[in-house]
């Protein structure tokens, strides 16, 4: 199981953390990713975790969004910083085990979180 949280209300350059809190499986363990959806717009990859360590993000965000884990508590965050308008939507983290052509497919993915909603106002 995914819970996603953090999501809230935030102006254009303001910055917020989602985090994805994971059970059931490890980091190690396949691939942990987040997907954003805006209102009228198909679910898109934002950035994600595989192996636990290999890092690798949507070109719309570099610089800007970063992703951490904590193994500890399982739990895998997305730093947001620079945030613009058109980031707006429903974040959800996700879990599978794609292969590298997939990894930005939602349908690769067999495990979701419920979605945290982020709104940037300009």
């Known amino acids: 199981q995914l819970q996603a949280c953090g999501g809230g209300l935030v102006q254009a350059g303001g910055s917020l953390r989602l985090s994805c809190a994971v059970s059931g499986r490890t980091f190690s363990s396949g691939t942990v990713s987040w997907f954003r959806q805006a209102p009228g717009k198909e679910r898109e990859f934002v950035a994600g975790i595989r192996g636990g360590s290999t890092k690798y993000c949507a070109d719309s965000i570099k610089g800007r969004f970063t992703t951490s884990r904590d193994y500890a508590k399982n739990t895998m965050y997305l730093q947001m910083d620079s945030l613009k308008p058109e980031d707006t939507a429903v974040y959800y983290c996700?879990?599978?085990?794609?292969?590298?052509?997939?990894?930005?497919?939602?349908?690769?993915?067999?495990?979701w979180g419920q979605g945290t909603l982020v709104t940037v106002s300009s």
């Open positions: 996700a879990a599978g085990s794609p292969i590298s052509s997939t990894r930005s497919s939602p349908e690769a993915y067999t495990s």
